[in-house]
């Protein structure tokens, strides 16, 4: 694809480019600002090897098109990054980095990005990567994009690991509250069981089992439970993956009303947080996402006391930063790496940290 009027509108810029797709996920960090840089023209898979495991596609299309592609091999995006109602295009979902139930026991969208390619501020085409794991050719900037908020340049394509469908899965539902969900969590966690994704909320912990067929149904003999339909429990699935199923709504007419939606992210052995409001918990105990009208100081102090930090995902007011405050040593790689790709400052800035 000719990326030439891209190139010269980014060679011609001084005042701030708001690169975006749908705008799905506007929401995520600070809030955006600036002249708009679409990629919904960038749409289209340009490269896809079932055999190799591998996938390339432009920046602009939607996720949902990657994954029908895939679905007809049997193959998928293991990180099950959200879809946020069909909107989410692929370099959104590399710019937020944000990924799904199973990011705990199969990788995040960083461990899947192979190779990228990237106009930088100067308006100069950059490839980075390649097609498989074992790339050791340069630094490796394809993964530094991941959870970037578009702040080093446009992204115009990115060619991604993908695998298998799992030949069985499972859903069991067990009722614990959150400390005795957390001890079981850990506990299975140290065992070779399959556990590929795992939810807490209001009383209930639900496990996803996948892999092969006998070890799928051995590890429920093993573990008990009750067994979820997998009509039911697909829809509960997809509904955490997109953030659409009940947590997030009553979470989403919370903050409507002044409330603010927290990610906390700990060391999955940390112990029940003593948080007001609803909780929900993921990845083993490792993400918790909290719902709570506490001051953002509280919030971040808790997650801190017990290794960790919060994000503030949602909220009217964010002015307490969306993301944990850095240390002087990391704010100056931050700066360096930015001016570095964008040494104009034109590419989303503020996304991550004011002045960034």
Known sequence: MNFDD???????ARTPLRITGHGSKDFYGEAPAGEVLSTLALNGITAYEPSELYLSALAGTPIADVETALAAQRQRLAFEPPRFGGRGTVGGMVAAGLSGPSRAALGSVRDHVLGAVLINGNGELLSFGGTVMK?????????????SMGQLGLITEVTLKVLPLPAASATLRFDLDQPAALKALNAWGGQPLPIEASAWWDGALLLRLAG?????????????GDLIPADLAEPFWTGLRDQGDEF?????????GGAR?????????????????EQLIEWGGAQRWVVTPMEAA???????????????FRALDKSPGAFAPLAAPLAAIHRRLKAAFDPHGVFNPGRLYAGL
């Open 298 to 312: 509280a919030v971040r102090e808790a997650a801190a006391g017990v290794g960790g930090h919060a994000t503030l």
């Open 248 to 256: 997030f709504v009553g979470a989403a007419r919370a903050v409507a």
């Open 6 to 12: 891209l190139q010269a509108q980014i060679r011609a």
């Open 212 to 224: 092969a067929a006998a070890a799928v149904e051995a590890a429920c003999r093993r573990l008990g």
């Open 135 to 147: 790339n050791v050719a340069g630094f490796d900037i394809s993964r530094v994009l991941a959870g």
């Open 261 to 277: 939606l927290w990610r906390l992210s700990v060391p999955s052995t940390a112990p029940e947080l003593k948080l007001h409001g």
